[in-house]
């Protein structure tokens, strides 16, 4: 468990601490078994894709248009037994191997260890009580009389957005920073570079192109977590 005695490590989720992404993975379990909505969701979702790409709408409309095709008015009963399911099975088989290593690490020296994902909050919840993560920050689902909502509750924890809910995170759990914590970043992706540059160790697990070409101008170390 981890504990508030040393410093913070924060770790970003999808290709940092998993295998593979959640989000994608979690709306594919939810339409298994219901092919007749695979053609709308994968039209769907590809035209959402393609606007955030040429920059005609925002990132979090392609969730929104899975979303709407897979678990449309669900209730919150059946959402959470499924993301229970799903977060079993990604502690049990979904994470890097050095990730495993890198939470044990910081559990060993007292470190207080958070989350900080775009992923939604129905998923990472689940992940981090089987990690014994007792913080996390991640764009949160809405409810409507404990049916889902076809919004989000918060804006999408990605990019500037994901340093600014850390801030007022720790701004609001003053002792998980003290003036002598040093904050260790980890993350996989350019996507978090704000919150990287904010921490006082910036970590590069496996990044990608954009991410590992500024790793040495920023002094980022560089780590291989799928052959450890």
Known sequence: MSGSSGN?????????LTKRGTWGRFVLRCVRYRPH?????????????FRYKRGAIPRVRV??????????????????????????AEVNSGLRPGAVAALQAHRDTGDTIMLASAAVDLIVAPIARRLGINHYVATDMAWEHDRLAPYFGS???????????????LNENPELKRNNTVITMYSDSYSDLA????????????PDKRLLALSKTH?????????V
Do not use: H
């Open 63 to 88: 969730k929104q248009a899975m979303m709407r095709w897979a678990m449309p008015r669900w209730s919150r009963e059946k959402l959470t037994q499924l993301a229970e399911d799903f977060a079993e």
């Open 219 to 227: 002094n980022f170390k560089v780590v291989d977590w799928m052959s």
């Open 8 to 16: 913070l490590a924060i770790f970003d989720l999808d290709y940092t």
């Open 155 to 169: 804006e999408n924890c990605y990019g500037d957005e994901k340093l600014a809910r850390v801030q007022s995170y």
């Open 195 to 206: 919150i990287m540059q904010f921490a006082d160790v910036g970590v590069s697990v496996n």
């Open 37 to 49: 909505v695979w053609l709308p969701l994968l039209l769907s979702a590809g035209w959402a894709q």
